[in-house]
């Protein structure tokens, strides 16, 4: 059958962006057909864009689209745990921006009834890398200090929420005129532009946070490790640094150097960590936490205990112009395409 969906060509900017139509196979053996209703858009697609993403990169041509909420519309043979017409969610890391995908029925998760497409599709990556950062990898306690860079984006503000929920107290980096989010969502924001971090950092806690949380990389990890206490630690979980403030081409050797650099830092103290978290790894390793995580995550916002940031909802005809607000740091929160 026909599929529009949105191809990256070639490595570059936007305007390697393309909608067409292909063929779309059958649902293999232990496959369903979704039927995408939202796909959510993505720093990881612009690294993937920019052929600086870091963990088992996709080839060229391929169709971004890290994580979709759809209808099951064909269920290929052997397919035990769904059928037809069911709602469910998904981390898919590529194909997502798509009318449709063909997916392993293990990667799936049925959505609670009622719940709102567009919420549910900004909760799949963002919250699953925070909530997994915070509790599987960071292992907080109610009333850590957190320092979370990056922190009125989409990842960003979804630390916020789920540290609220779990009683630590948040400080969080971003520009100044993204800092209404940050205290609406109960952290305190800091102008890492304008400010400096370790300093204000040591003034509002006095001896440091127990955990940052940096999205930013290459030498900011260094700056990371200054603002930790004693028995602090950091997870690193990005390379936001390579695409912005820099004038050469995003080169992935640089990303690899500053990781092996942040790691290094291991060796300095016994009682300070450096750890890492990738999401496509983590869920390739831990399958049933991924399945059991998400589905807490949509429980919660059933419950409306969590609420994501959606800056826009676009058509999938608008992808370029999407890759283009996330370049331009614009986006304040999840951009949406609806196919
Ligand atoms: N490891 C994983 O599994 C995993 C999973 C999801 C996301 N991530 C990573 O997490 C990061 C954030 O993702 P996101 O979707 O939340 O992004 P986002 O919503 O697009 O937010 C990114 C924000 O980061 C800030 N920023 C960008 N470059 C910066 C720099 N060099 N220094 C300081 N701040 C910078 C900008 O905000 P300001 O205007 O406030 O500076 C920008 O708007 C990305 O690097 C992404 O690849 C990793």
């Given at each position: 059958m026909?599929?529009?969906?949105v191809l ?24 369903v057909r979704v039927?995408?209703?939202?796909a959510g858009?993505?720093s ?10 870091p ?10 689209g890290?994580d979709i909420?759809?209808m099951?519309?064909?269920?290929g043979?052997g397919?035990k ?9 998904a981390?898919?890391?590529i194909g ?7 997916l392993?029925?293990n ?7 009622g719940?709102?497409?567009v ?18 990898v960071a ?7 957190v320092l979370?860079?990056?922190?009125a ?9 789920l540290?609220?929920l779990?009683g630590l ?6 520009s100044?005129?993204?800092?209404k989010?940050i205290t609406d ?8 532009k304008?400010?400096d971090?370790?300093e204000?950092?040591k003034?509002?806690t006095g001896?440091g ?5 940096d ?7 260094f ?9 602090g630690?950091i997870v ?5 640094f ?12 640089e990303?690899?150097f500053w990781w092996?650099a ?11 960590k ?10 390739q390793?831990n399958?049933?936490?991924y399945?059991?995580?998400?589905e807490?995550l949509?429980?919660l ?11 826009k909802?676009m058509?999938?005809?608008?992808a ?7 370049d331009?740091r ?9 196919p």
């Amino acid at each position: 059958m026909k599929n529009k969906c949105v191809l990256i060509n070639a490595k570059g900017d936007s305007k390697q962006l393309q909608l067409v139509e292909q063929d779309l196979p059958e649902p293999e053996f232990g496959q369903v057909r979704v039927k995408v209703l939202a796909a959510g858009v993505s720093s990881a697609d612009i690294l993937m864009r920019e052929g600086v993403y870091p963990v088992d990169p996709p080839s060229f041509p391929f169709i971004p689209g890290y994580d979709i909420v759809g209808m099951i519309d064909k269920c290929g043979d052997g397919v035990k745990k769904f059928q037809r017409g069911q709602k469910v969610a998904a981390l898919t890391k590529i194909g997502g921006c798509a009318e449709f995908i063909n997916l392993p029925e293990n990667d799936l998760v049925l959505m609670p009834p009622g719940l709102d497409n567009v919420e549910s599709v900004a909760i799949i990556l963002n919250y699953l890398t925070a909530y997994q950062i915070l509790y599987r990898v960071a292992k907080v306690k109610t009333g850590e200090k957190v320092l979370v860079y990056a922190a009125a984006g989409g990842v960003g503000t979804a630390f916020l929420q789920l540290g609220k929920l779990a009683g630590l107290d948040m400080f969080g980096t971003a520009s100044l005129a993204k800092h209404k989010t940050i205290t609406d969502l109960g952290g305190t924001p800091i102008d890492y532009k304008n400010e400096d971090v370790e300093e204000k950092i040591k003034s509002l806690t006095g001896d440091g946070v127990d955990v940052v949380l940096d999205s930013i990389g290459g030498e900011n990890c260094f700056r990371s490790y200054q603002t930790l206490g004693e028995k602090g630690r950091i997870v690193s979980f990005g390379a936001s640094f390579i695409l912005h403030g820099q004038a050469a081409e995003p080169d992935i050797q640089e990303v690899f150097f500053w990781w092996r650099a942040s790691l290094a830092l291991n060796l300095i103290s016994k009682s300070r960590k450096v750890l890492t978290y990738a999401i496509s790894t983590f869920k390739q390793e831990n399958h049933d936490w991924y399945l059991e995580d998400l589905e807490t995550l949509l429980n919660l916002l059933a419950e409306k205990k969590i609420q994501p940031v959606i800056y826009k909802t676009m058509n999938l005809s608008e992808a370029q112009e999407a890759h283009n607000l996330l370049d331009n740091r614009a986006a304040n929160g999840k951009i949406v395409l609806l196919p």
